[in-house]
């Protein structure tokens, strides 16, 4: 075993230090990166001559053999070694080859093997992450208020049905509705996480907001199931002998619901960090009260109020500017039934009616819209560059939040699966021995040694 070794390591070495090897046969200096290690021939192997002669040290210790850096045997040494000594880090590992071996620029190249070890990497996984996607057309275009809207419940909060002594609470759940265009927000109160509880809010948002284009939601039980009641419904209505005109209608105003991907709020992060913002002022408002169900719904209107009051940008220093922009000032401009104006921004105002003076007034704030609260939307602040790419084919770990690391499962990307959405990467399909479902990008860790 031993003599076989050596050999292998003869070999590698005149393939690798062939002018080295000629050049100390000939009493020739060596390259620089070798000389400075003071290289000598010993029995045809190129040994480390150092500065540890006088030393107590075994002689393999003392005259370690010279390898490459960039070699298929170095590599599986490093492999081999990194292995028997319990996966242990580059450090003690270089320590460790450095009895026998010694590796050209041996610190990164033991470094960069111990990344790549699968083992190791389950212990504590890197997941991927793309570029930030390009902000979708419903968020950096005029439209009327809540026409794109995302939706999504906060926890449940403790209420009573009456004052009575001896009333038990029960649970209550706060509906949110976000415009994705001008940030405002509508707060509901439904009695439970049904369908039923959601649709009723859902009607109430409707006849108070006007017409919805699409929503926006996870993929919520309850929010699954409004969709499939709103088909049946609108199924139901189609299949009944209307005349063109009316069907025509029902089609243009049928509401499209859009659902993220399994696993992944951050894609709603618009309406996520609202839910956080209502939910600070009710912790504040009523700490540990138990309110009944018309107080707390008279609190939830105030705190809508006061969220559809924060400035969409931040404040300027300029005496001059009183008003600051807030998504109140689109809510109470326009009728349900919003029909477009005339472009009245450059006009005088002396010489208009009255309701083209409030259309100039409603297309003054649009205007300041589109020139001071846009600009706050170009900067990515974070997920800058793409990282850990994960390509088709490949093998990955699937974040688990309910297990440890060492029990995310392994799985194989799809392959062709890898969706698009909104012109960035950011969700992949992943086969198993069940089936194939969708996950987020920032949920799969590609394993590094493929």
């Known amino acids: 075993m031993q003599e076989a070794e050596t050999r292998l390591l003869k070999a590698v070495q005149q393939e690798c230090f062939a002018k080295e090897i000629d050049n100390l046969k000939g009493n020739k200096v060596c390259s620089p990166s070798i000389q400075k290690l003071n290289p000598f021939l010993h029995n045809g192997m190129v040994l480390v001559g150092g500065r540890l002669s006088n030393s107590s040290l075994g002689y393999e210790q003392k005259h370690p053999v010279l390898l490459p850096s960039k070699h298929h045997v170095t590599t599986l040494l490093i492999e081999y070694y990194h292995r028997i000594n319990l996966h242990t880090g580059p450090h003690l590992l270089l320590s460790v080859l450095r009895q026998k071996y010694w590796i050209l620029g041996g610190r990164n190249v033991v470094r960069q093997r111990v990344r790549k070890c699968n083992h190791c990497f389950k212990f504590k996984p890197e997941a991927s992450s793309a570029l930030m996607g390009e902000l979708p057309k419903a968020r950096v275009n005029e439209s009327k208020p809540f026409l794109h809207t995302g939706t999504d419940y906060t926890g449940f909060i403790n209420v009573t049905m009456g004052k009575r002594r ?65 088909d049946e419904i609108y199924n139901l209505l189609e299949s009944q002998s209307f005349n063109d005109s009316l069907s025509g209608e029902l089609q243009r105003r049928r509401i499209k619901w859009s659902f993220l991907p399994p696993l992944s709020p951050h894609m709603g992060g618009l309406w996520e960090g609202n839910i956080r913002m209502v939910k600070q002022h009710l912790l504040k408002v009523i700490g540990t009260q138990v309110l009944t169900y018309e107080e707390l719904y008279t609190v939830l209107t105030q705190v809508e109020c006061l969220l559809n009051s924060r400035p969409l940008c931040p404040l300027s220093s300029d005496p001059n500017d009183v008003q600051v922009l807030t998504p ?30 409030l259309d100039q007034l409603v297309q003054t704030y649009w205007k300041r819209w589109s020139q001071e609260y846009l600009h706050n939307l170009q900067v990515r602040s974070k997920w800058n560059t793409d990282q850990n790419p994960v390509h088709v084919g490949q093998v990955v770990l699937v974040k688990d939040d309910l297990a440890p690391p060492l029990m995310w499962h392994v799985r194989f990307n799809h392959s062709g699966s890898i969706l698009v959405l909104m012109c960035i990467d950011r969700v992949v399909c992943v086969k198993t021995k069940t089936g194939s479902y969708k996950r987020p990008i920032v949920k799969v860790c590609p394993l590094p040694s493929q």
């Not at 609470?169 to 976000?178: E, G």
């Not at 401009?333 to 003076?357: E, F, H, K, T």
């Open 328 to 357: 109140a000032h689109f809510l109470h401009s326009n009728p349900l039934d919003y029909i477009p104006a005339v472009d009245m921004v450059n006009r005088p105002s002396s010489g208009l009616r009255r309701y083209q003076l």
């Open 166 to 230: 001896g009333v038990i609470s029960q649970k209550a759940y706060i509906c949110i509705f976000v415009c994705l265009c001008t940030k405002a927000i509508h707060l509901e109160l439904a009695a439970d996480l049904s369908t039923d509880a959601f649709m009723a809010a859902f009607k109430r948002f409707l006849a108070r907001r006007g017409a919805v284009s699409v929503m926006y939601s996870d993929g919520g039980k309850n929010f699954l199931g409004a969709r499939n009641q709103l």
